[in-house]
């Protein structure tokens, strides 16, 4: 992996891909990563992310876009373990609702709620929950 561009002094993406963070880590390979999100829109939110930093997809090379989306294409496999519906959500630029500036893929599990993106709140992941959803989502 060829190096990008400096990441901002507090990425909090980047730490977590260089293990500097806590995370619920569902994978991760040379290039990618996807944990668990803490303030989850739905049980096992995952986000799927880069190790290279870069606000958007398009500041990644071709290559590294390529190894993200499969990726991003596992962990969609594996949230089917959790129920056979998801949204896949790519937030680029503060105006789409991107809050932290790494690039970075949402798959959201669907159970059958009210649309959880018109919630005002969202609940902080339990460490219980989390864990049985590590152990749920991170075997191949």
Not at 2 to 28: D, N
Not at 40 to 49: A, D, E, Q, S, Y
Not at 75 to 89: K, S
């Amino acid at each position: 992996m060829v190096p990008g561009p400096p990441a901002p002094a507090k990425c909090v993406f980047c730490e977590i891909a260089e293990h500097r963070s806590p995370a619920y880590l569902v994978y991760e390979d040379r290039e990618t990563l996807a944990f668990l999100d803490l303030f989850p829109f739905t049980r096992g939110h995952l986000l799927v992310i880069p190790r290279r930093h870069g606000a958007r997809l398009t500041d990644l090379p071709f290559e590294e876009q390529t190894t993200l989306v499969r990726t991003l294409d596992e962990m969609c496999r594996r949230a089917e373990r959790l129920t056979p519906d998801y949204n896949v959500a790519l937030n680029a630029g503060a105006r789409a609702g991107q809050i932290v500036f790494h690039v970075h893929f949402h798959v959201i599990p669907r159970y059958g709620d009210p649309n959880p993106f018109l919630s005002a709140s969202r609940a902080r992941l339990e460490d219980r929950d989390a864990r049985e959803l590590v152990a749920a989502l991170s075997r191949p």
